[in-house]
């Protein structure tokens, strides 16, 4: 996320667990961020398997009756 803006917000988290990341020098807002980019980067895999579910089962229904279509070629 370089030269991302940035903005100020409030957010609320627990004073044992502020007060140990800060005791061990952590920045705050960054990684509260990381954090919240991880969680965001997951509801969107989430949300790509439930849009695409019928998709996938479709080809792993194929892949199971058929094979993989090139399987022979495959050096591995």
């Given at each position: 996320m370089a030269h991302a803006v940035r903005r100020a917000?409030?957010?609320?988290?627990?004073?044992?667990l502020l007060d140990e990341a800060k005791g061990l020098g952590?920045?705050?807002s960054?990684?509260?961020?990381?954090?919240i980019e991880t969680a965001v980067r997951a509801e969107k895999e989430r949300l790509w398997?439930?849009?695409n579910?019928?998709?996938?089962?479709?080809s792993n229904?194929?892949?199971e009756k058929y094979a993989l279509p090139?399987?022979?070629?495959?050096v591995f």
């Open positions: 917000t409030n957010v609320t988290i627990d004073q044992a952590l920045n705050i960054r990684a509260a961020e990381a954090g398997q439930v849009e579910a019928e998709a996938i089962q479709s229904n194929y892949v090139l399987a022979k070629y495959r």
